[in-house]
């Protein structure tokens, strides 16, 4: 698995210290300094099920600051994904990607869910 995270996110933290406890073989990748390709994005988007959304920090300030709420709605999925490959603090984290399936953010039941 592949962990794709900000190690100074609290809940990055949180999953990452879940993952280890539970004895769970992955690879850490710090979003920052190796933020997504858009190549990755779309995989990972079409491996999810979920809507392209979920995938922006929407409660980060670059998402506030660039006002995306109002523009999303008006931008293609390319688009989208072009901005999200420019800032890895604009993409939702922690991203849990397994086989056959991608998690974003930490939600624990759906953590356990998929992991067990």
Sequence with gaps: MLLVYYPKCSTCQKAKKWL???GAEF???DIKENN???EELKAWHDKS???LKKFFNTS???YREMQLKDKLADMTEEEQYELLAT???LVKRPILVGDGFVLTGFKLQEWEEKLG
């Design 20 to 22: 280890e406890a539970k």
């Design 27 to 29: 690879e850490e990748r």
């Design 36 to 38: 997504p390709t858009k």
């Design 49 to 51: 099920g979920l809507p």
């Design 60 to 62: 980060g300030m670059i």
């Design 87 to 89: 800032d890895g603090m």
